[in-house]
């Protein structure tokens, strides 16, 4: 395990994420104090750190440190900061953004390299996220099926209806002119991460309608096995916010799910996603 002398990692499962302790990340950090926090963030795939205090302008430069900021294609960012996405579900609101298991716009040429989400106002209970790794997905698929799904393309369309559904209360106060249905993407089912080398697996029920070269319905089987064999929950781990807690996730090997379970109450997360690269 990687040592570190500036923070203080404590790892929230055995499968994935980490609690990082001992930073205050909306001051000017050390060369040290990044790379440490890269290199949790590269051993864990998902990173907390909480107790902080940021405003939109100190949450992009913390972000910057470890990718170029990207625009979120269907609902406006904050006017004087418009990479920040407002994640918000109000008190009438029965639907949350994004509530099902996915990788983050898997549907883009080029998807994120992560998302970092900052919380700011909570329900007093709920709202949790779970998040899966899908390394670990990949690494527990028999010999044959992965050797079925190596080199397999998976479609991955932005207008499948449960996904829709799920941006609908955004769209209704803070719509871009982008079509819901306009984006379509051709990924490797087995994606190898750029910087770990590792293979995981990259399908997600919320974006990938089918492989290449197969019909929906041919692919539907083998899909719904994969669905649901990744995001078993000897691979996941569950994060309980609080306010001032952010928290960042690699988008190339995990998905995540943010549980709908506080209605009657508000939540309200800043977003910031980072350019990622063309998987392979």
Same mark, same amino acid.
């Given at each position: 395990?990687? *040592? ?13 994420? =980490? @609690?990082i ?9 050390? @060369? ?6 890269? $290199? ?8 907390c ?7 939109? /302008? ?6 910057? #440190?470890?990718?170029?900021? +990207?625009?979120?294609?269907?609902? /406006?960012?904050?006017h004087?900061?418009?990479?920040i $996405? ?7 609101? /029965?639907?949350n953004?994004?509530? !099902?298991? #996915?990788? &983050? ?7 994120? !390299? ?11 209970y ?7 790794? +899908?390394? !670990? ?10 050797? !079925? ?10 207008? /499948?209806g449960?996904?829709?559904? $799920? ?7 803070? =719509?871009?002119?982008?079509?819901? &249905? %306009? ?15 590792r ?7 919320? #974006?990938?309608?089918h492989?290449?070269? +197969?019909?929906?319905?041919? %692919? ?9 064999? *990744? ?13 001032? $807690? ?14 709908? &379970?506080?209605?009657g109450?508000?939540?309200? +997360? #800043? ?5 990622? @690269?063309?998987?392979?």
């Amino acid at each position: 395990m990687p *040592q570190y002398k500036h923070i203080i990692v404590k790892p929230i499962a055995g499968a994935i994420g =980490a @609690d990082i302790e001992n930073v205050d990340i909306s001051k000017p950090l050390s @060369d040290d104090e990044l790379s440490e926090i890269r $290199t949790a963030f590269l051993a864990h795939l998902v990173i907390c750190i909480r107790g902080q205090k940021l405003q939109p /302008k100190s949450q992009l430069a913390f972000a910057k #440190h470890f990718g170029t900021p +990207m625009i979120y294609p269907f609902v /406006k960012g904050l006017h004087e900061y418009p990479e920040i $996405t407002p994640v918000i579900k109000e008190k009438e609101h /029965k639907i949350n953004f994004g509530g !099902l298991w #996915h990788s &983050d716009t898997a549907y883009e040429q080029t998807p994120p !390299l992560g998302t970092m989400l900052y919380a700011r106002e909570l329900p007093p209970y709920g709202g949790d996220t779970e998040f899966s790794n +899908m390394y !670990l997905a990949y690494e527990t698929l028999s010999n044959g099926m992965r050797a !079925l799904l190596e080199n397999l393309i998976a479609v991955n369309i932005s207008g /499948k209806g449960r996904v829709q559904n $799920t941006r609908a209360p955004m769209r209704g106060t803070a =719509a871009t002119s982008a079509r819901e &249905d %306009s984006f379509i993407a051709e990924h490797p089912v087995i994606r190898t991460h750029p910087e770990t080398g590792r293979k995981s697996l990259y399908v997600n029920l919320a #974006h990938t309608s089918h492989f290449k070269g +197969m019909t929906v319905e041919e %692919s539907a089987p083998i899909l719904d096995y994969l669905f649901e064999h *990744q995001v078993k929950p000897e691979f996941t781990c569950r994060v309980k916010w609080e306010v001032g $807690t952010l928290t960042f996730w690699d988008n190339r090997c995990t998905q995540h799910n943010p549980l709908n &379970d506080y209605h009657g109450f508000r939540r309200e +997360m #800043h977003r910031v996603t980072l350019e990622g @690269d063309k998987p392979v």
